[in-house]
């Protein structure tokens, strides 16, 4: 499901998004094992997850920019 249009597409990098409706900005530990079983698919893809968003209506929160990449 996540590799799927990235591989029919020839893509060299995919990013994850999701919103929380919740405007909870924090990611769930459901957020952190998926981000983490993502990379290492990637990883095996040679498809790199360059960052994992979550998404509220006033903020968003990068994995990558807070150091969870």
């Given amino acids: 499901m996540y590799f799927s249009n990235a591989i029919k597409d020839r893509a060299c990098a995919i990013v994850l998004a999701h919103n929380h409706p919740s405007g909870r900005l924090e990611p769930s530990k459901e957020d952190i094992a ?16 360059l960052d994992h ?3 509220t209506e006033e903020k968003y929160y990068s994995f990558l ?5």
Avoid at 34 to 49: D, Y
Avoid at 65 to 69: C, P, S
């Fill in 65 to 69: 920019e807070n150091g969870m990449m």
């Fill in 34 to 49: 998926i981000t983490k079983r993502i990379k290492s698919a990637g990883v095996i893809l040679g498809i790199s997850l």
């Fill in 53 to 55: 968003l979550i998404i």
